[in-house]
């Protein structure tokens, strides 16, 4: 069974720019969940969707958006960025809410985005 | 307000002996608790979990234990291997959500020495 993939692995942009990312869950995962890695902040959730619905939402301003497919691929757009931006982008699928309760989260290998 | 705690940046240990990580959290509803491993550049592989209604929790070398009064969970691993050599984040969730959303701790970067 494939892993969760996330595309690209790499990205630099400018100041000022949007960014799309993309993740493609593990096959049969509904459930798609977004994080942030910085050293400052940790691992920090950005939002979940489930079924093309965002069902939960971190605390991060309404630059940071995302959505999700009939398949369940989901990507994420942050607009207008800044030098603050610069993270790991980690997406993770679960199994969960298709009446599986307390099942772990499958990280995919994430996306490095810096902001110069 | 950082609802889950690991309190140690680093630990060192001892090939073959035992290694102890712990983690503190604050938010009484949390229900779900879940251990991750991550190497430099890669997403957090998943370890061990343990749901609120357990104390314990053992798979292999790994055991998680909750001690739900002093909301802490500790993560044991015997015998440590060099490839344990890792970061270690403790994660929570709470109503249900179980890994939909999680709530993670700062890690805790364990180095086994030969």
């Known amino acids: 069974k494939a892993g969760v993939t996330q595309t690209p692995r790499y990205l630099i942009k400018t100041r000022g720019q949007q960014v799309t990312l993309s993740c493609s869950p593990i096959?049969?995962?509904?459930?798609v969940s977004w994080y942030q890695q910085t050293p400052g902040q940790g691992l920090q959730f950005l939002f979940e969707?489930?079924?093309?619905?965002?069902?939960n939402k971190g605390n991060f301003p309404g630059r940071f958006s995302g959505r999700q497919f009939s398949n369940s691929r989901s990507e994420m757009n942050v607009s207008t960025l800044e030098l603050g931006d610069s993270a790991l982008y980690l997406c993770?699928?679960?199994?969960?809410?298709?009446?599986?309760?307390?099942?772990?989260?499958?990280f995919g290998q994430g996306t490095r985005l810096t902001v110069v | 307000d950082q609802q889950v705690k690991q309190n140690s940046p680093s630990l060192s240990v001892q090939e073959g002996r035992i290694s102890i990580l712990n983690c503190d959290y604050t938010?009484?509803?949390?229900?779900?608790f879940l251990w991750y491993k991550k190497y430099p550049a890669e997403g957090p592989t998943f370890l061990i979990s343990?749901?609120?209604?357990?104390d314990k929790n053992e798979d292999g070398r790994f055991t998680v234990f909750l001690n739900k009064s002093a909301k802490h969970l500790s993560l044991h691993i015997v015998p440590s291997q060099p490839g344990d050599s890792a970061v270690y984040f403790c994660?929570?969730?709470?109503?249900?959500?179980?890994?939909?959303?999680?709530?993670f701790g700062q890690g805790t970067r364990l180095t086994i020495n030969p």
């Open positions: 993770a699928s679960s199994p969960q809410g298709s009446g599986i309760m307390n099942t772990e989260a499958f």
């Open positions: 096959s049969g995962h509904r459930s």
């Open positions: 969707y489930f079924s093309e619905t965002q069902r």
């Open positions: 938010n009484s509803m949390f229900d779900y």
């Open positions: 343990i749901s609120s209604i357990k």
């Open positions: 994660a929570a969730s709470a109503g249900r959500q179980g890994a939909q959303k999680l709530v």
